[in-house]
């Protein structure tokens, strides 16, 4: 049963750094998994932050946030983690692990970051930028 469980949300002052980390049980690398992580807040469309294939060490990002944040896999703890830095009040909002599988030939990046590539999802973790 897989499962996602998200930590590390709280609020920060901007320009200041978050680390989220979301546990993904239930994933194993030979089944290549794609995750992600996405963020929404209230009256808006769920959007992709960034994402990772582990299995092809390859990485994805939203244009308003490639420089500032990182996404990782570590495999041995089956964590993937969202090192987040210089936050802005635009980065307020709920953020949402997701896990997928690869399909034979891969996304585009822009498919990599779209919610319906992902099948299982967190339970969300608020990140609020303040001044």
């Known amino acids: 049963q897989e499962q996602l469980v998200e930590s590390g949300g709280g609020s920060v002052q901007i320009g200041g750094s978050l680390r989220l980390s979301c546990v993904t049980s239930g994933y194993s690398l030979s089944a290549n998994p794609i995750m992600a992580w996405f963020r929404q807040t209230p009256g808006k469309e769920r959007e992709g932050v960034a994402a990772i294939w582990p299995g092809g060490g390859r990485t994805f990002y939203a244009d308003q946030v490639k420089d500032r944040f990182t996404i990782s896999h570590d495999n041995t703890k089956k964590t993937v983690y969202l090192q987040m830095n210089g936050l802005k009040p635009g980065d307020s909002s709920m953020y949402y692990c997701?896990?997928?599988?690869?399909?034979?030939?891969?996304?585009?990046?822009?498919?990599?970051?779209?919610?319906?590539?992902?099948?299982?999802w967190g339970q969300g973790t608020q990140v609020t930028v303040s001044s």
């Open positions: 997701a896990a997928g599988l690869r399909p034979f030939g891969g996304y585009s990046r822009l498919e990599y970051l779209s919610p319906s590539a992902y099948s299982n």
